[in-house]
């Protein structure tokens, strides 16, 4: 008498269903692994002489509702950390502003020796992108924005 198949019967099989009582554990890790490892990128600060103001006004926007154009003595132009031409900056905030529903404010933070045709032109080009709220950055605004941090 010859035994076939070793003699043992397996009583249970390889199930083809994915066990879902853990599933809720690994999208918890997969959560908090993106939270750890996210980095969001803050605009750099430039190194420029913040031209002096007796009053300021505190903007009540939310960060992502301001966008901070840096305008050198140079007349050069940076926003997102990117250099841009003057003409091009119209081309850049236009669609931005649309997209905000016009909520977008923003911040001109120039040095104290830029010359004014630079400032002219880039108030200009801002117009010319249908942008209505507009402010300039000064040293009295940012001593107060270090104050509450």
Do not use: C, H
């Not at 103001?53 to 966008?67: S, T, V």
């Amino acid at each position: 008498m010859s035994m076939k198949g070793g003699g043992f019967d397996r009583k249970s099989k390889a199930s083809s269903e994915v066990p879902s009582s853990s599933l809720a554990d690994i999208a918890f890790l997969l959560l908090i692994f993106f939270m750890v490892t996210t980095v969001f990128q803050a605009d750099r600060d430039r190194p420029i002489e913040w031209p002096e103001a007796e009053a300021a006004e505190k903007i009540d926007e939310k960060q992502k509702n301001i966008l901070n154009i840096w305008l050198e003595r140079s007349g050069t132009v940076f926003m997102n950390d990117q250099p841009f031409g003057m003409p091009d900056v119209s081309s850049f905030v236009a669609p931005l502003y649309a997209a905000s529903d016009r909520a977008l404010v923003i911040s001109i933070r120039s040095d104290r020796q830029t010359p004014y045709i630079y400032v002219d032109q880039l108030q200009k080009e801002l117009v010319e992108a249908g942008v209505v709220r507009v402010v300039f950055a000064t040293q009295l605004e940012q001593s107060m924005q270090r104050e509450r941090r």
